[in-house]
């Protein structure tokens, strides 16, 4: 019989995980390869970013981003779980994390974060120097992210600005310079990350006050979800913004409907006490990504 320390309440048996072998599957578990909505996540501002600065035949961009969400995404993981590893043992949905549960070493987690920075260095390679730079700069942010939770009641924003620079390098691997579309962008996904992480952390919010733990749905308690249909509604406002910045036509507008209709109906179905049904609206945020996409991928298409 396997004994409890030896899977992740999800089961490292079972999936793709599962199929690897057994020494690999503790670092296979410490880069959540087997839960890839976080890698989506963070690619969506990316290709936010080139779509509505109009491609420009740049179209492997969208790939190479992709793959360095997923490289920057997984060594975001182990850093976490590096830095969380004596907390986590505190949570039950983390206790049974590789480091938490000794199944790897602290070592071995550094030596897998060194491979993926490696992998995403290449992904720098292929951007202008302007690009490149921006992406650079990201480190220092996503260094600080683990302490944020200690610091202040809404370390979702620090993670927004974290999961969103995408838009400040898309834009300018396509452009060459950083424009005002960029920066629209990236602050209408910080408030999109911010209304999503509020939904996830609701999972979250009994385990986090009793090790003391903060996050934006334990400070608004009850009205969390009212919290998060008012950075929704935020998140809408800058995309729109944007879009009016690359094509002033209201008709423009149109191609983020279908976005804002996704994100009005996660607002309104989401109840602070229902951790089961967070978690399923946090992840269809993949969907909504996509739709955004689409409709700056119209109207940078159109604009050019």
């Known amino acids: 019989m396997t004994a409890a320390s030896d899977i992740v309440p999800d089961s490292e048996r079972r999936g793709l995980i599962g199929a690897l072998p057994a020494r690999l599957r503790p670092l296979a578990s410490l880069m959540r390869i087997d839960r890839p909505i976080g890698t989506w996540l963070l690619y969506w501002p990316c290709a936010w970013s080139v779509a509505l600065a109009g491609v420009d035949r740049h179209w492997s961009l969208l790939l190479w981003f992709f793959l360095g969400a997923f490289a920057m995404r997984s060594a975001g993981c182990v850093y976490n779980d590096i830095v969380d590893r004596n907390l986590d043992k505190s949570v039950e949905r983390t206790r049974l994390r590789p480091l938490a549960s000794g199944r790897t070493s602290v070592g071995a987690a550094w030596a897998l974060i060194a491979t993926l920075c490696l992998l995403g260095l290449v992904v720098v390679a292929q951007l202008n120097v302007t690009a490149g730079i921006i992406a650079f700069v990201s480190i220092a942010p996503v260094a600080a992210y683990p302490f944020m939770k200690r610091i202040t009641w809404w370390p979702q924003a620090w993670l927004g600005l974290v999961f969103s620079w995408g838009a400040l390098v898309g834009w300018p691997a ?15 996904s910080i408030a999109w990350v911010v209304g ?51 094509r002033a036509d209201w008709l423009a507008l149109v191609a983020l409907a279908p976005a804002a209709i996704h994100l009005a109906s996660q607002a309104r179905r989401a109840d602070s006490k229902d951790g089961d049904l967070a978690l399923k609206l946090f992840r269809s945020n993949r969907t909504a990504g996509f739709l955004v996409f689409l409709g700056l991928l119209v109207v940078g298409l159109s604009s050019r």
Do not use: C, M, N
Request: no cysteine.
């Open 196 to 246: 999503y992480d509020t939904l996830y952390a609701i999972q979250d919010i009994e385990d986090d006050a009793l090790v003391g733990v903060k996050s934006s749905a334990r400070r608004l308690g009850h009205k969390a979800a009212q919290g998060v249909a008012v950075f929704y509604a935020i998140a809408v406002l800058f995309w729109g913004a944007a879009i009016w910045s690359v």
């Open 174 to 188: 396509v452009r060459g310079t950083l424009d005002l579309p960029a920066l629209l962008l990236w602050l209408g």
